[in-house]
């Protein structure tokens, strides 16, 4: 009986004795040699003590939480004097932000520094959200960050030190798929919408400009790089213009106004045309006369040598009678000169073997007994000076300011007349529509 009261009071004591060493433990600071894979988060588990407590007593940096193997720990006694009420606050609140958190997909050019503030955040809090190394900033498009919430706990140890090697050890399959994620951004296609073909020197701006859309349009359509493609593809959302119906419809405008240009041009060569025929018709009229013309001028030397036994006595009595002009001395003048035609043209020359124009009218008139003189400034003198709109068929026609002409013919009617024209022609009928006589004279 005494011998078991003994053992029962050995073992009291024991039991005692563990359960004050134990609450030693808890109670009083210890330390702890650092183990391979420890954590701070691990110790703070292990012994119930707060990160934050273990790393202000061991001065451990609280951004990287690096601890090293073999290293010894001072551990803090468990805080007792904290109450229940504020350990109950801290849960509520952690609730309250772990209900906050949510998910983002990270999108290409997406960085923590960029979500940090997009959701008013810190880079330091998205690391601890997200198990993240403190000099972790590399993150792929395609991957799902929590943001707004506190740390997860979780039963895997040394998170904090491997996210990074844990998403580079991804299979390769994985990571192809979050970059073809990355790449092919969603884009916006409207129903009202076409294709267009990069060609070379084009430019976004220039192809906008094309269609009528902005610059920002065809970048929400289109996944597009620094520059532009030959050959690239592009998506036009609501166009407002067709390039190809513009430049059809300028092709056409191009194309009906050359018609048009033909059209004028026909028809004004066919005014031409028969303002020549009128001229021609009008020049054969004297023409007709040739004959009886020449057949009252078969006798040139007897019809002279009447005019000028006629004319001796009236050259003392009535000298401004000495040669009288008709009309049908005038048409056999021109009658006369056109004979002449397809003679050439020689410079001097006054015989029907070669004339220059003040060469045939002189012959021309001599036929008929009147002395004009050789040369044009002489033949000026022969007659009245008359305006070219009262000529009369036979009258000269000058060209240049009396006193130093350079061109003399022979009126034929209408608009014509007959001359000599320059070295290399022959004597022909012009058009005074086309060169037109400064002033007429009426040889007397």
């Not at 520094?113 to 403190?134: F, H, I, M, P």
């Not at 020449?294 to 003392?316: M, Y």
Request: glycine share 6%.
């Amino acid at each position: 009986m005494n011998h078991t009261a003994k053992k029962l009071l050995v073992g009291t004591v024991g039991a005692a004795g563990l359960f004050l060493a134990t609450t030693a433990t808890a109670n009083a600071d210890t330390t702890h040699k650092v183990a391979k894979n420890d954590t701070v988060w691990d110790l703070s588990q292990k012994y119930g003590v707060s990160i934050q407590a273990i790393e202000a007593l061991n001065n451990i940096d609280q951004n990287s939480h690096l601890i090293v193997t073999g290293q010894t720990l001072k551990v803090p006694a468990k805080d007792a004097q904290v109450s229940e009420n504020n350990n109950t606050a801290q849960a509520a609140d952690k609730k309250a932000d772990t209900e906050n958190t949510s998910d983002v997909t990270v999108k290409a050019g997406d960085t923590l520094w960029t979500l940090a503030q997009q959701y008013n955040t810190s880079v330091e809090k998205l690391r601890e959200l997200n198990g993240l190394a403190t000099d972790a900033y590399l993150i792929h498009p395609g991957n799902v960050l929590r943001v707004n919430g506190t740390v997860q706990a979780t039963q895997q140890p040394a998170q904090t030190e491997q996210p990074v090697q844990q998403q580079t050890e991804q299979p390769v399959v994985q990571q192809e798929a979050t970059q073809e994620q990355a790449q092919e951004p969603q884009l916006v296609v409207s129903a009202n919408h076409t294709t267009h073909t990069v060609q070379a020197g084009e430019s976004l701006y220039s192809i906008a400009q094309a269609y009528g859309v902005t610059v920002d349009s065809l970048r929400s359509a289109n996944n597009l790089g620094a520059t532009l493609l030959v050959g690239q593809t592009l998506t036009i959302n609501d166009p407002a213009k067709d390039p190809a119906q513009e430049a059809a419809a300028q092709q056409a405008a191009q194309e009906q106004a050359a018609s048009q240009a033909q059209q004028e041009a026909a028809t004004q060569q066919a005014a031409q045309e028969q303002a020549a025929a009128q001229a021609q018709q009008q020049v054969q009229q004297p023409v007709q006369n040739q004959a009886p013309a020449q057949t009252q001028t078969q006798a040139p030397a007897q019809q002279t040598q009447q005019v000028q036994q006629q004319a001796q006595p009236a050259q003392v009595q009535q000298p401004q009678q000495q040669v009288v002009s008709t009309s049908a001395d005038g048409s056999a003048i021109a009658a006369y000169a056109q004979s002449f035609i397809g003679t050439p043209y020689v410079w001097g020359g006054s015989t029907p073997s070669g004339f220059d124009c003040s060469g045939l009218t002189q012959y021309v008139y001599a036929h008929f007994g009147k002395q004009i003189g050789r040369n044009t400034i002489a033949q000026e003198s022969a007659g009245t000076h008359i305006p070219v709109s009262q000529a009369q068929v036979g009258d000269l026609l000058f060209w240049g300011t009396p006193g130093s002409t350079y061109h003399v013919a022979i009126y034929l009617g209408g608009n014509s007349f007959v001359a000599a024209p320059e070295p290399g022609q022959s004597v022909k009928i012009g058009n005074m529509a086309y060169f037109m006589p400064s002033f007429a004279v009426h040889v007397n």
